[in-house]
């Protein structure tokens, strides 16, 4: 995937002798920089002032550190985008949207949006070493796209861990003697827990008449039963969740969640204590030991009765689907969700890489593990779930679920009917724990970066700041753990992170590839890994068009389309609903909140084009963090900024 090319395009317009007199290619003349000298130091001082020493003997950048490793930085982007989507979305979507069909847009959706993003937003974190506020400098005048990407993290983060805290709970509940949620007996237990009987016939106009002559005749019976619920439904519902009538009566908290989250918290800030420098260490369990065990559950699931037809359902292509706008639009949503661009993950954790490292590789294994861990995924749940379907002989349609009701009441239940459960049980919760770990470690080193970075003081008492942000979520996670708390985490869930993250992908499309302009963008990938990727027109092309068309797609089919919150049976009142569509305006608000601010307070110029004029093109402090690294146009900027810093030292 890589060597060098042809040339890449020069920017439109210009000229060898108009670019000489650009510095650094930031559109500034050398008359322009006169009035930036001021501002010629803010790159090193951002970098390499002394705002408190976080980085090791052997790290390049002093000032932030690096990964102590090139494989703490992969380990991390795979535990990032293989998290909890892959095990409870994936194969649920899969198996809805035509089987193995549905692999045909999930791949043209990979290689159309998800490779050119991804690689767009390690490139864009790495060149400047900067997090999701301070990379901005690109173009301030939208550097509230980068605070709608912490904003969107902040939530998420908040509602995350508190499913890691119902997978501790699980994980704990799973070494007792027997599985709490085996039978109906249990003090939480109502009288409808149990399985309805599989009928054995039906009267029909006065007459007996045997179910296998009811099915063979397609007639439809109007069942008198009452409808029954699992034990293991029982069980998520009434003990663990002690589930509320609705988001308005939380009746209080629970305690056993509370102290679950409190220890999911915990575990995130001493990961995190150190930075990358921690987390970095802990990546190596956290993302390799959930592939030990999808192996082990995949074994022994394949040796279970009836996992062959579960696995039969989850492949069988059903073509006829293709033609279904929502398959497309399903594809897509979860190519983005799953990789992770435009939420500041990836551009933070980009950030800590050395300057050469080459990212143009990663940005073609990772999202292709990413990819073949989630079909993997699909074999494990459905190999399970085909046994459920056999034991319980009921149809396998009746069995599938995805999110919670996945994890937590079906994928249980076809554990507690294996021999040894308790061990199944124990292995498949702490992979749960694990995997979304890994994602939580990167949403909150996302919020911690872009306040270090933009206010560099913080650095003296980085690992304060994580403890006070820590506490702060865990705080703020409280009314999701009440018996009413679901409610809302499903509100946060519907809503905070959906159309306003691929507002902000569009937004850093529309910069990165138009505004700063892919011909400058590509100058500085090379001046970074060294070459020019022999894919650049196709990625340019991703960037440009193909990208921002999908995603605009998904959004507009997604607002036609659109389906308010709900949980389960449960209706949610209006004023729930409004709530949801504000936390998607917290974060996109954000953007022109920015824009008034940079153009108020920071802008340059005595007229209005001249101020808008200044925040749409880079500043000074643009480019490479460190002054070795500062060459080509970028040392052109430099020379001129120190010769006038020369002329000014001779006044």
């Given at each position: 995937m890589?060597?060098?090319?042809g040339p890449v395009?020069?920017?439109?317009g210009?000229?060898?002798?108009?670019?000489?007199?650009?510095l650094?290619?930031?559109?500034?003349?050398?008359?322009q920089?006169?009035?930036?000298?001021?501002?010629?130091?803010?790159?090193?001082q951002?970098m390499e002032?002394d705002?408190?020493?976080?980085g090791s003997?052997?790290?390049?950048n002093?000032?932030r550190?690096?990964?102590?490793?090139?494989?703490?930085?992969?380990?991390?982007?795979?535990?990032?985008?293989?998290?909890?989507?892959?095990?409870?979305?994936?194969?649920y979507?899969?198996?809805a949207?035509?089987?193995?069909?549905?692999?045909?847009?999930?791949t043209?959706?990979?290689?159309?949006?998800?490779?050119p993003?991804f690689?767009m937003?390690?490139?864009?974190?790495?060149?400047?070493?900067?997090g999701?506020?301070?990379?901005w400098?690109?173009?301030?005048i939208?550097?509230?796209?980068?605070?709608?990407?912490v904003?969107?993290?902040g939530?998420?983060?908040i509602?995350y861990?508190v499913?890691i805290?119902?997978?501790i709970?699980y994980?704990?509940?799973s070494?007792?003697e027997?599985?709490p949620w085996v039978?109906?007996?249990?003090?939480w237990?109502?009288?409808?827990?149990g399985?309805?009987?599989k009928?054995?016939?039906?009267?029909l106009?006065?007459?007996?008449?045997?179910?296998?002559?009811?099915?063979?005749?397609n007639?439809?019976?109007n069942?008198?039963?009452?409808?029954?619920?699992?034990?293991?439904?029982e069980?998520?519902?009434?003990k663990?969740l002690?589930?509320?009538?609705?988001?308005?009566?939380?009746?209080g908290?629970?305690?056993?969640?509370?102290?679950?989250?409190?220890?999911a918290?915990?575990?995130?800030f001493?990961?995190?204590?150190?930075?990358?420098?921690?987390?970095?260490?802990?990546?190596?369990?956290?993302a390799?030991?959930?592939?030990?065990?999808?192996?082990?559950?995949?074994i022994?699931?394949l040796?279970?009765?009836?996992?062959?037809e579960?696995?039969r359902?989850?492949?069988?292509?059903?073509w006829?689907?293709l033609?279904?706008a929502?398959?497309?639009?399903?594809?897509?949503?979860?190519?983005?969700?799953?990789?992770g661009?435009?939420w500041?993950?990836?551009?933070t954790m980009?950030?800590?890489?050395k300057?050469?490292?080459?990212c143009?590789?990663?940005?073609?294994i990772?999202?292709?593990i990413n990819?073949g861990?989630?079909?993997?995924?699909?074999?494990?749940?459905?190999?399970?779930?085909g046994?459920?379907?056999?034991?319980?002989?009921?149809?396998?349609p009746?069995?599938?679920?995805?999110?919670?009701?996945l994890?937590?009441?079906v994928?249980?239940?076809?554990?507690?009917?294996?021999?040894?459960?308790?061990?199944?049980?124990v292995l498949?919760?702490?992979?749960?724990?694990?995997l979304g770990?890994?994602?939580?470690?990167?949403l909150v080193?996302?919020?911690?970066s872009?306040?270090?970075d933009e206010?560099?003081?913080?650095r003296?008492?980085?690992?304060?700041?994580?403890?006070?942000?820590c506490?702060?979520?865990?705080?703020?996670?409280?009314?999701?753990?009440?018996k009413?708390?679901?409610?809302m985490l499903?509100?946060?869930?519907?809503?905070s992170?959906g159309?306003s993250?691929?507002?902000?992908?569009v937004?850093?499309?529309?910069?990165?590839?138009l505004?700063?302009?892919?011909?400058?963008?590509?100058?500085?990938?090379k001046m970074?890994i060294?070459?020019?990727?022999w894919?650049?027109?196709y990625?340019?092309?991703?960037?440009?068009?193909?990208?921002?068309a999908?995603?605009?797609?998904?959004?507009?089919?997604?607002?036609?389309?659109?389906?308010?919150v709900y949980?389960?049976?449960?209706v949610y009142?209006?004023?729930a609903?409004?709530?949801?569509?504000?936390?998607?305006?917290?974060?996109?608000?954000?953007?022109?909140?920015?824009?008034c601010?940079q153009f108020?307070?920071?802008?340059?110029?005595?007229?209005?084009c001249?101020?808008?004029?200044?925040?749409?093109?880079?500043?000074?402090a643009?480019g490479?963090?460190?002054?070795?690294?500062?060459?080509?146009?970028?040392?052109?900027k430099?020379?001129?900024m120190?010769?006038?810093e020369?002329?000014?030292?001779k006044?």
């Amino acid at each position: 995937m890589s060597g060098e090319a042809g040339p890449v395009p020069a920017i439109s317009g210009s000229s060898p002798e108009k670019e000489m007199h650009l510095l650094g290619g930031n559109g500034l003349t050398e008359k322009q920089a006169g009035g930036e000298v001021s501002n010629m130091g803010k790159q090193q001082q951002y970098m390499e002032a002394d705002t408190g020493y976080v980085g090791s003997d052997d790290d390049e950048n002093k000032a932030r550190g690096n990964w102590s490793r090139k494989l703490d930085f992969f380990l991390s982007c795979v535990g990032y985008a293989v998290g909890l989507g892959n095990v409870w979305r994936f194969p649920y979507l899969c198996y809805a949207n035509g089987g193995g069909a549905f692999l045909i847009p999930y791949t043209i959706m990979l290689f159309c949006a998800g490779i050119p993003l991804f690689f767009m937003e390690l490139a864009f974190g790495q060149f400047p070493s900067a997090g999701p506020i301070t990379v901005w400098e690109i173009c301030p005048i939208f550097k509230g796209v980068g605070y709608a990407m912490v904003v969107i993290s902040g939530i998420v983060a908040i509602y995350y861990n508190v499913i890691i805290a119902y997978a501790i709970y699980y994980l704990v509940v799973s070494f007792d003697e027997s599985l709490p949620w085996v039978g109906c007996d249990n003090e939480w237990n109502t009288p409808l827990c149990g399985y309805p009987p599989k009928p054995n016939g039906t009267v029909l106009n006065g007459e007996w008449i045997p179910q296998d002559v009811v099915e063979t005749m397609n007639i439809t019976i109007n069942a008198t039963e009452l409808k029954r619920e699992s034990p293991s439904q029982e069980f998520w519902t009434h003990k663990v969740l002690q589930l509320s009538d609705g988001i308005d009566d939380p009746e209080g908290m629970r305690w056993q969640l509370l102290l679950c989250l409190f220890l999911a918290w915990c575990v995130v800030f001493m990961s995190l204590v150190k930075g990358v420098k921690s987390s970095g260490k802990v990546v190596y369990f956290t993302a390799l030991f959930p592939y030990c065990v999808l192996i082990i559950l995949l074994i022994r699931g394949l040796t279970l009765p009836g996992s062959y037809e579960g696995v039969r359902y989850y492949i069988t292509p059903d073509w006829e689907l293709l033609k279904d706008a929502r398959i497309w639009k399903d594809a897509a949503t979860q190519i983005f969700y799953s990789l992770g661009p435009a939420w500041g993950g990836l551009l933070t954790m980009a950030s800590y890489n050395k300057f050469n490292n080459d990212c143009h590789r990663d940005a073609w294994i990772v999202p292709l593990i990413n990819c073949g861990t989630s079909v993997f995924a699909g074999f494990v749940v459905f190999s399970v779930i085909g046994f459920m379907a056999h034991d319980l002989d009921v149809p396998i349609p009746d069995v599938v679920s995805q999110g919670p009701g996945l994890v937590f009441v079906v994928y249980p239940e076809a554990i507690s009917r294996m021999p040894v459960s308790q061990l199944w049980s124990v292995l498949f919760f702490f992979m749960l724990f694990t995997l979304g770990l890994d994602t939580q470690f990167v949403l909150v080193e996302t919020v911690i970066s872009a306040f270090c970075d933009e206010f560099p003081i913080l650095r003296k008492r980085k690992g304060l700041f994580a403890c006070g942000l820590c506490f702060l979520f865990f705080l703020l996670g409280l009314p999701l753990i009440t018996k009413g708390g679901i409610y809302m985490l499903e509100v946060m869930n519907w809503y905070s992170a959906g159309i306003s993250l691929m507002l902000v992908a569009v937004f850093e499309c529309f910069v990165v590839s138009l505004i700063y302009g892919f011909p400058r963008f590509w100058r500085d990938i090379k001046m970074m890994i060294g070459y020019t990727p022999w894919l650049w027109p196709y990625f340019t092309i991703c960037w440009v068009f193909i990208t921002p068309a999908i995603i605009l797609g998904v959004i507009g089919f997604g607002l036609w389309d659109y389906i308010p919150v709900y949980y389960g049976s449960y209706v949610y009142p209006k004023w729930a609903e409004i709530l949801g569509w504000l936390m998607m305006a917290a974060s996109l608000a954000m953007i022109p909140l920015f824009m008034c601010i940079q153009f108020c307070f920071v802008a340059e110029g005595n007229t209005f084009c001249e101020r808008l004029s200044y925040l749409f093109r880079p500043t000074p402090a643009w480019g490479p963090a460190l002054e070795k690294h500062r060459t080509g146009r970028y040392a052109v900027k430099h020379s001129a900024m120190n010769g006038q810093e020369m002329e000014n030292t001779k006044l």
